[in-house]
């Protein structure tokens, strides 16, 4: 059986960060521990500034920023420490986290920049208020001689 490394907590400029160890990918227990662990730091000890060592890791599961979102609004100031590119790229990482200094990088509790999602121009769209709107055909087909089909 693998022995799974321990996670530690250390004391960096004036920041507690929690660091999970050279695991590359994390998942739910992983999140379940950082959120177990931050409720013990920020609600029990009353630590304000925490950080998370994130040198290591590719792949984070989807609740991650969301979580990190909710410490925030109960005022804690939250840092993502040395995120590879691939993190930097995802599109929460972009909208919510600035560098405040070489390697790391805050939690803004507002959207830095609105996120595009589509690709082209605004002349992609033509003005469809003049045409009426379509209306669904049902297309008859021999099953339709038969009887009805369920779940049209």
């Known amino acids: 059986m693998a022995r799974r490394q321990q996670m530690t907590i250390e004391n960096r400029n004036s920041y507690k960060v929690i660091c999970l160890g050279p695991m590359e990918i994390w998942d739910g227990s992983n999140l379940a521990l950082l959120r177990e662990t931050l409720a013990q730091?920020?609600?029990?000890?009353g630590v304000t500034r925490v950080g998370v060592d994130m040198s290591h890791v590719k792949y984070i599961p989807s609740g991650f920023f969301g979580m990190l979102f909710d410490w925030c609004e109960q005022g804690a100031s939250i840092c993502l420490d040395d995120p590879c590119e691939r993190v930097r790229q995802m599109i929460w990482f972009r909208q919510f986290l600035v560098p405040i200094s070489e390697g790391?990088?805050?939690?803004?509790?507002?959207?830095?920049?609105?996120?595009?999602?589509?690709?082209?121009?605004?002349?992609?769209?033509?003005?469809?208020?003049?045409?009426?709107?379509?209306?669904?055909?049902?297309?008859?087909?021999?099953?339709?001689?038969q009887g009805p089909l369920l779940g049209l």
């Open 41 to 45: 730091l920020v609600e029990r000890d």
């Open 104 to 145: 790391r990088f805050r939690l803004e509790p507002d959207a830095l920049e609105p996120v595009i999602m589509g690709v082209g121009d605004e002349s992609d769209w033509a003005d469809t208020s003049e045409m009426p709107p379509e209306v669904p055909q049902l297309v008859p087909t021999a099953a339709t001689a």
